[in-house]
């Protein structure tokens, strides 16, 4: 089946340690999206990729980083994690070209990122 | 900016029952698309409906069905024959009608359902 997996599920790293988080799908979207989600709360866009291109969030902290190197793969970076960045974090794609389903985002499972 | 409200962080429904999750928003576009996601406990986000704001009849998909009021800016949920599986925290969201990029969803704060034996 055509889906969005992330890796790992569960990653705990130490304050201040860099730490990289990993998606990829199946669906040969053109749109990637990272959302962190903290306990209890609504998802928040940190950026996504079109294609190659990038937008960040305003809000975005400069701690947070990404990659996309193909259309599969993309990155969220920590460079120097703190304790309030423990959160969960969710992968979406979507299809990003005009027409009805392209407007659909598609989740992955998510990592929880544990900061000690 | 786009908003998106769900005055109701909570709501409980007995098995078998209709339960009706509320949503509202704020925006001055006109072309546009609103959303239900479901996030059960531990599990991936899925969608559940979707109405796209030009169409003036309610989608519905199965047990689920909307009450879209464009001028209210209302976007209620209504689940029939409430099953235990239903049981998660159910987001509401918005995005402008898609236009190369600019996909991004608004997603409201959420409201948590438990289904009750």
Redesign the interface.
């Known amino acids: 089946d055509a889906m969005v997996i992330q890796n790992p599920r569960y990653q705990v790293t130490q304050f201040g340690k860099p730490v990289t988080l990993s998606c990829s799908q199946t669906l040969n979207h053109n749109v990637m999206y990272w959302y962190q989600q903290k306990s209890s709360q609504a998802p928040k866009l940190l950026f996504h990729y079109y294609d190659k291109d990038f937008n960040n969030e305003a809000d975005t902290p400069d701690n947070f980083q990404s990659r996309r190197p193909n259309t599969s793969f993309c990155f969220l970076d920590i460079r120097s994690p703190g304790l309030g960045d423990a959160a969960m974090y969710l992968c979406a794609t979507s299809r990003g070209v005009w027409g009805r389903d392209s407007s659909e985002q598609y989740f992955g499972p998510g990592t929880r990122l544990t900061v000690t | 900016a786009q908003t998106v409200t769900q005055s109701q962080p909570e709501m409980s429904v007995q098995e078998a029952e209709t339960v009706t999750l509320s949503c509202t928003y704020d925006t001055s576009e006109s072309d546009y698309?609103l959303?239900w996601y479901k996030q059960p406990p531990s599990?991936?986000?899925?969608?559940v409906i979707?109405q796209?704001a030009y169409k003036q009849q309610n989608a519905t998909e199965n047990r689920f069905s909307v009450n879209f009021q464009k001028a209210a800016k209302s976007f209620s949920l209504k689940i029939s024959d409430s099953q235990l599986g239903d049981a998660a925290?159910y987001?509401c969201a918005y995005?402008l009608?898609?236009?190369?990029?600019n996909?991004?969803?608004t997603?409201?704060?959420?409201t948590?359902l438990t289904i009750i034996p």
């Open positions: 698309y959303f599990r991936q986000m899925i969608l979707r796209e925290m987001f995005t009608r898609p236009n190369f990029g996909e991004k969803l997603f409201g704060t959420g948590r």
